[in-house]
């Protein structure tokens, strides 16, 4: 079993839909969550980060922790079509300086 | 800042030869990660470097796969003899180990196949 675990889709949606893209992970040391996007044939980029469980909000974006849950929500309000990109989840525990854990990533396509 | 810089962004070799990616960290980070992306598998972390010293070579695949930092600019990926199951896409990523500790910045990929 990996550590973490995501659907890697494809998920299409219409313009303006709302999306929920998720992980899930077994490792209970893992106290950094972050959401990376990336688009075709480019190198991930860091899109938001939370430390351990709650909210975090930046925009239309909305990250997601429930540690007892061991899971992890990415929200996107008012979707578009800029927003089509592999996004994939990361985490490390506090005690590891250096290495994340990635999903395989969720492929989205938002339609016009 | 330039960002991350790899070459080759292409590469087509055909199966035993060497193969040598090389990546140019953002000036000032002190940590550099080489990662392994296929649809199979996703992101994979083969090894990062601190300092320019190995911490973690764990998910280096094995034997024919090695990397070096001989210096806090540069840093090579080596594969020989290489295999058709390499091709892949090949990201070097950097991050500065004294700022918030979740940042990397990644490379835009080295387009690695193997015939």
């Known amino acids: 079993q990996k550590e973490v675990e995501q659907d890697p889709g494809p998920l299409s949606v219409p313009e303006g839909a709302i999306v929920s893209l998720n992980c899930t992970y077994s490792n209970s040391a893992f106290q950094y969550f972050m959401w990376y996007r990336q688009y075709s044939r480019k190198g991930p980029e860091l899109l938001m980060y939370t430390y351990s469980s709650g909210n975090k909000e930046d925009g239309r974006f909305t990250a997601q922790v429930d540690k007892s849950s061991k899971y992890i929500s990415l929200f996107i309000r008012d979707s578009q079509p800029s927003d089509s990109a592999t996004y994939l989840c990361a985490m490390r525990q506090a005690s590891n300086t250096g290495k994340l854990i990635f999903g395989q990533g969720t492929t989205l396509q938002v339609k016009p | 800042d330039a960002g991350v810089i790899q070459s080759p962004r292409h590469e087509v070799t055909e199966m035993g030869q060497e193969v040598t990616l090389r990546c140019k960290p953002i000036?000032?980070?002190?940590?550099l990660f080489w990662y392994r992306q296929t649809m199979m598998r996703g992101l994979e972390l083969l090894i990062y470097?601190?300092?320019?010293?190995?911490?973690?070579d764990s998910g280096m695949p094995e034997d024919r796969f090695s990397a070096k930092m001989p210096n806090a600019s540069f840093s090579t990926l080596k594969i020989q003899p290489s295999e058709p199951r390499d091709s892949a896409v090949y990201f070097c990523a950097s991050r500065d180990g004294g700022r918030a500790s979740y940042e990397q910045y990644f490379g835009p990929g080295t387009r690695l196949t193997v015939t």
């Open positions: 470097f601190n300092n320019n010293v190995p911490i973690d």
């Open positions: 000036s000032g980070h002190d940590y």
